[in-house]
Protein backbone atom coordinates (compact mmCIF):
# COMPACT_ATOMS: atom_id res chain seq x y z
CA UNK A 1 0.00 0.00 0.00
CA UNK A 2 1.30 3.82 -0.72
CA UNK A 3 0.67 6.45 1.63
CA UNK A 4 0.33 9.41 -0.48
CA UNK A 5 0.60 13.28 1.32
CA UNK A 6 -0.62 16.50 -0.47
CA UNK A 7 0.64 19.04 2.15
CA UNK A 8 -0.64 22.78 0.75
CA UNK A 9 -0.81 25.98 2.27
CA UNK A 10 -4.49 25.49 3.23
CA UNK A 11 -4.59 21.61 4.28
CA UNK A 12 -2.60 18.40 3.61
CA UNK A 13 -4.27 15.22 2.57
CA UNK A 14 -3.07 12.05 3.28
CA UNK A 15 -5.08 9.10 1.05
CA UNK A 16 -3.98 5.30 1.13
CA UNK A 17 -3.78 3.39 -2.29
CA UNK A 18 -3.86 -0.44 -2.26
CA UNK A 19 -2.41 -0.53 -6.06
CA UNK A 20 -6.19 -0.89 -6.99
CA UNK A 21 -8.36 1.92 -5.78
CA UNK A 22 -8.03 4.31 -2.93
CA UNK A 23 -8.93 2.93 0.35
CA UNK A 24 -9.24 6.37 2.25
CA UNK A 25 -8.73 10.35 1.93
CA UNK A 26 -8.78 12.30 5.23
CA UNK A 27 -7.30 15.93 5.19
CA UNK A 28 -6.05 17.74 8.12
CA UNK A 29 -5.69 21.95 8.69
CA UNK A 30 -2.29 22.95 7.99
CA UNK A 31 0.11 23.71 10.42
CA UNK A 32 4.05 23.44 9.78
CA UNK A 33 4.96 22.93 13.30
CA UNK A 34 2.33 20.51 14.08
CA UNK A 35 4.88 17.54 14.78
CA UNK A 36 5.00 13.47 13.66
CA UNK A 37 3.86 12.44 16.94
CA UNK A 38 0.91 14.86 16.43
CA UNK A 39 0.05 13.29 12.70
CA UNK A 40 0.64 10.18 13.97
CA UNK A 41 -1.71 9.84 16.57
CA UNK A 42 -4.56 11.36 14.46
CA UNK A 43 -3.63 8.96 11.23
CA UNK A 44 -3.12 6.33 12.71
CA UNK A 45 -7.05 6.09 14.50
CA UNK A 46 -8.05 6.75 10.64
CA UNK A 47 -6.50 4.18 9.36
CA UNK A 48 -7.21 1.45 11.96
CA UNK A 49 -11.07 2.54 11.17
CA UNK A 50 -10.40 1.70 7.75
CA UNK A 51 -8.35 -1.75 8.81
CA UNK A 52 -4.85 -0.33 7.58
CA UNK A 53 -2.26 -0.57 10.06
CA UNK A 54 1.03 0.47 9.75
CA UNK A 55 3.02 -2.20 8.82
CA UNK A 56 0.82 -2.50 5.63
CA UNK A 57 2.16 0.91 4.10
CA UNK A 58 4.96 -0.69 2.01
CA UNK A 59 5.84 3.23 0.69
CA UNK A 60 5.22 7.28 0.99
CA UNK A 61 5.02 10.02 -1.57
CA UNK A 62 4.97 13.65 -0.54
CA UNK A 63 3.97 16.12 -2.38
CA UNK A 64 4.44 20.55 -0.76
CA UNK A 65 4.90 23.64 -1.55
CA UNK A 66 5.15 24.42 2.66
CA UNK A 67 9.00 23.55 2.80
CA UNK A 68 8.90 24.24 6.77
CA UNK A 69 6.10 20.95 6.95
CA UNK A 70 8.30 18.25 5.21
CA UNK A 71 10.96 17.83 7.97
CA UNK A 72 7.44 16.64 10.38
CA UNK A 73 5.62 14.94 7.47
CA UNK A 74 9.13 12.73 6.45
CA UNK A 75 9.59 12.17 9.99
CA UNK A 76 6.00 10.81 10.19
CA UNK A 77 6.75 8.15 7.44
CA UNK A 78 10.38 7.48 8.65
CA UNK A 79 9.39 6.75 12.40
CA UNK A 80 5.46 5.35 12.54
CA UNK A 81 5.39 3.49 9.06
CA UNK A 82 9.18 2.89 8.32
CA UNK A 83 9.63 4.20 5.11
CA UNK A 84 11.27 6.73 3.56
CA UNK A 85 9.04 9.02 1.46
CA UNK A 86 9.76 9.88 -2.08
CA UNK A 87 9.80 13.46 -2.58
CA UNK A 88 7.86 15.25 -5.82
CA UNK A 89 10.10 17.75 -6.92
CA UNK A 90 10.91 18.89 -10.63
CA UNK A 91 13.81 16.70 -10.79
CA UNK A 92 12.59 13.74 -10.87
CA UNK A 93 11.25 11.59 -14.17
CA UNK A 94 7.80 13.22 -14.49
CA UNK A 95 7.71 11.55 -18.11
CA UNK A 96 7.53 15.39 -19.46
CA UNK A 97 9.49 18.17 -20.29
CA UNK A 98 8.88 21.08 -18.13
CA UNK A 99 8.99 24.40 -20.74
CA UNK A 100 9.99 26.55 -17.63
CA UNK A 101 12.46 29.55 -17.01
CA UNK A 102 13.44 27.78 -14.33
CA UNK A 103 11.82 24.40 -13.45
CA UNK A 104 12.36 24.36 -9.92
CA UNK A 105 10.45 27.22 -9.19
CA UNK A 106 7.40 25.69 -10.12
CA UNK A 107 4.89 24.35 -7.40
CA UNK A 108 4.96 20.66 -7.62
CA UNK A 109 1.22 21.03 -6.99
CA UNK A 110 0.88 21.99 -10.57
CA UNK A 111 3.40 19.49 -11.92
CA UNK A 112 1.41 16.99 -10.31
CA UNK A 113 -2.15 18.34 -11.87
CA UNK A 114 -0.32 18.48 -15.34
CA UNK A 115 0.86 15.08 -14.96
CA UNK A 116 -2.48 13.28 -13.44
CA UNK A 117 -4.69 15.27 -16.19
CA UNK A 118 -2.52 14.56 -19.25
CA UNK A 119 -2.60 10.79 -18.16
CA UNK A 120 -6.14 10.42 -17.23
CA UNK A 121 -7.55 12.81 -19.64
CA UNK A 122 -5.34 13.42 -22.38
CA UNK A 123 -4.06 16.75 -23.99
CA UNK A 124 -3.74 19.45 -24.88
CA UNK A 125 -6.04 20.80 -21.84
CA UNK A 126 -5.75 23.82 -19.03
CA UNK A 127 -5.82 22.86 -15.13
CA UNK A 128 -7.71 25.27 -13.20
CA UNK A 129 -7.04 24.85 -9.16
CA UNK A 130 -9.10 26.53 -6.95
CA UNK A 131 -6.54 26.34 -3.85
CA UNK A 132 -4.78 29.49 -1.82
CA UNK A 133 -4.01 31.01 -5.23
CA UNK A 134 -6.12 30.12 -8.15
CA UNK A 135 -3.73 28.62 -11.10
CA UNK A 136 -4.33 27.71 -14.51
CA UNK A 137 -1.66 25.27 -16.29
CA UNK A 138 -1.00 23.97 -19.42
CA UNK A 139 -0.07 20.74 -20.86
CA UNK A 140 0.43 20.70 -24.78
CA UNK A 141 -0.91 17.37 -26.56
CA UNK A 142 2.47 15.18 -25.57
CA UNK A 143 1.91 16.02 -21.76
CA UNK A 144 4.73 18.72 -21.93
CA UNK A 145 4.08 21.36 -18.92
CA UNK A 146 4.30 25.17 -20.84
CA UNK A 147 3.36 26.95 -17.96
CA UNK A 148 0.53 28.72 -16.37
CA UNK A 149 -1.40 31.60 -14.47
CA UNK A 150 -1.74 32.51 -10.79
CA UNK A 151 -4.21 34.44 -9.57
CA UNK A 152 -5.45 35.48 -5.75
CA UNK A 153 -7.78 32.58 -4.85
CA UNK A 154 -11.36 33.28 -3.89
CA UNK A 155 -10.41 32.46 -0.24
CA UNK A 156 -7.89 35.30 0.20
CA UNK A 157 -10.20 38.26 -2.36
CA UNK A 158 -13.05 37.86 0.40
CA UNK A 159 -11.13 38.32 3.65
CA UNK A 160 -9.39 40.93 1.72
CA UNK A 161 -12.28 42.44 0.99
CA UNK A 162 -13.64 42.14 4.49
CA UNK A 163 -10.22 43.52 6.15
CA UNK A 164 -9.60 46.08 4.03
CA UNK A 165 -13.03 47.85 3.85
CA UNK A 166 -14.46 48.55 6.97
CA UNK A 167 -17.82 48.59 6.49
CA UNK A 168 -17.98 45.38 4.45
CA UNK A 169 -18.59 42.28 6.42
CA UNK A 170 -16.96 38.60 6.22
CA UNK A 171 -19.07 36.63 4.23
CA UNK A 172 -19.06 33.17 3.42
CA UNK A 173 -18.72 31.69 -0.11
CA UNK A 174 -21.78 30.66 -2.13
CA UNK A 175 -23.72 31.05 -5.67
CA UNK A 176 -25.89 34.05 -4.89
CA UNK A 177 -29.80 32.97 -3.93
CA UNK A 178 -30.97 34.49 -7.19
CA UNK A 179 -29.76 34.64 -11.20
CA UNK A 180 -29.61 38.34 -11.12
CA UNK A 181 -26.39 39.73 -10.68
CA UNK A 182 -27.05 43.36 -9.61
CA UNK A 183 -27.60 42.52 -5.70
CA UNK A 184 -30.28 44.72 -3.47
CA UNK A 185 -27.91 44.48 -0.22
CA UNK A 186 -24.73 44.71 0.73
CA UNK A 187 -23.93 40.31 1.33
CA UNK A 188 -25.57 40.15 -2.10
CA UNK A 189 -24.13 42.08 -3.61
CA UNK A 190 -20.60 41.20 -2.27
CA UNK A 191 -21.74 37.09 -3.30
CA UNK A 192 -22.45 38.34 -6.52
CA UNK A 193 -19.25 39.93 -7.06
CA UNK A 194 -17.13 37.36 -5.60
CA UNK A 195 -19.40 34.09 -7.75
CA UNK A 196 -20.04 36.27 -10.99
CA UNK A 197 -16.28 37.93 -10.97
CA UNK A 198 -14.50 34.90 -10.44
CA UNK A 199 -16.67 33.10 -13.16
CA UNK A 200 -15.72 35.76 -15.52
CA UNK A 201 -11.84 35.30 -14.47
CA UNK A 202 -12.35 31.74 -14.84
CA UNK A 203 -13.60 32.04 -18.23
CA UNK A 204 -11.53 35.40 -19.60
CA UNK A 205 -8.30 33.43 -18.93
CA UNK A 206 -9.29 29.83 -20.68
CA UNK A 207 -10.49 31.96 -23.36
CA UNK A 208 -7.17 33.94 -23.14
CA UNK A 209 -5.21 30.83 -23.47
CA UNK A 210 -7.07 29.25 -26.21
CA UNK A 211 -6.52 32.24 -28.35
CA UNK A 212 -2.59 31.92 -27.62
CA UNK A 213 -2.21 28.30 -28.27
CA UNK A 214 -4.50 28.23 -31.34
CA UNK A 215 -6.42 25.54 -30.95
CA UNK A 216 -8.92 24.07 -28.60
CA UNK A 217 -8.09 22.57 -25.18
CA UNK A 218 -9.98 20.29 -22.62
CA UNK A 219 -10.46 22.16 -19.54
CA UNK A 220 -10.08 20.25 -15.74
CA UNK A 221 -11.09 22.00 -12.30
CA UNK A 222 -9.56 20.77 -9.38
CA UNK A 223 -9.69 22.03 -5.62
CA UNK A 224 -12.44 22.83 -3.29
CA UNK A 225 -13.87 24.57 -4.60
CA UNK A 226 -14.44 23.56 -8.65
CA UNK A 227 -17.47 21.58 -8.11
CA UNK A 228 -19.03 25.50 -6.87
CA UNK A 229 -17.88 26.78 -9.86
CA UNK A 230 -18.85 24.26 -11.85
CA UNK A 231 -22.51 25.50 -11.49
CA UNK A 232 -21.73 28.99 -12.94
CA UNK A 233 -20.03 28.20 -16.33
CA UNK A 234 -19.74 25.76 -19.01
CA UNK A 235 -16.23 26.05 -19.41
CA UNK A 236 -15.09 22.81 -17.64
CA UNK A 237 -15.07 19.49 -19.22
CA UNK A 238 -14.23 17.58 -16.30
CA UNK A 239 -14.52 18.09 -12.58
CA UNK A 240 -11.59 15.90 -10.79
CA UNK A 241 -11.22 16.43 -7.09
CA UNK A 242 -8.75 13.61 -6.97
CA UNK A 243 -6.34 15.19 -9.51
CA UNK A 244 -3.41 15.82 -7.27
CA UNK A 245 -3.60 12.88 -5.26
CA UNK A 246 -3.55 10.93 -8.43
CA UNK A 247 -0.77 12.50 -9.36
CA UNK A 248 1.26 11.89 -6.68
CA UNK A 249 0.67 8.32 -7.11
CA UNK A 250 1.70 8.10 -10.77
CA UNK A 251 4.84 9.55 -10.18
CA UNK A 252 5.71 7.41 -7.50
CA UNK A 253 5.34 4.91 -9.85
CA UNK A 254 7.75 6.02 -12.14
CA UNK A 255 10.12 6.84 -9.79
CA UNK A 256 12.12 4.24 -7.65
CA UNK A 257 11.01 4.72 -4.13
CA UNK A 258 13.90 5.82 -1.75
CA UNK A 259 14.81 2.76 0.94
CA UNK A 260 14.61 3.84 4.50
CA UNK A 261 18.79 3.83 5.96
CA UNK A 262 18.04 3.29 10.08
CA UNK A 263 20.41 5.72 12.22
CA UNK A 264 21.87 4.45 15.29
CA UNK A 265 19.94 4.60 17.95
CA UNK A 266 20.90 8.10 19.83
CA UNK A 267 18.90 7.10 22.52
CA UNK A 268 20.83 5.86 26.12
CA UNK A 269 19.03 3.80 28.82
CA UNK A 270 19.11 5.89 31.86
Known amino acids: ?39 AVWLLALLKMQGIAAEDIEGAVIGTVVPAALYHLRTLCRQWFSVEPLLASARLDWGFSIKMDNPDEVGVDRLLNGLAAHHLYGGPLTVIDFGTATTFDVVDAEGSYCGGVIAPGINLSVEALHQAAARLPRIGIGRPAVDSVIGRNTVTAMRSGVFWGYVGLIEGIVERIRQEVGQTMKVLATGGLAPLFSEGTTVFDHVDSMLTLNGLRILAGRNPLPRLTIEKDFLTEG
Not at 3 to 8: E, F
Not at 10 to 36: L, P
Open 1 to 39: MLLVIDAGNTNVVFAVHDGEKWRGVWRITMQAQRTSDEY
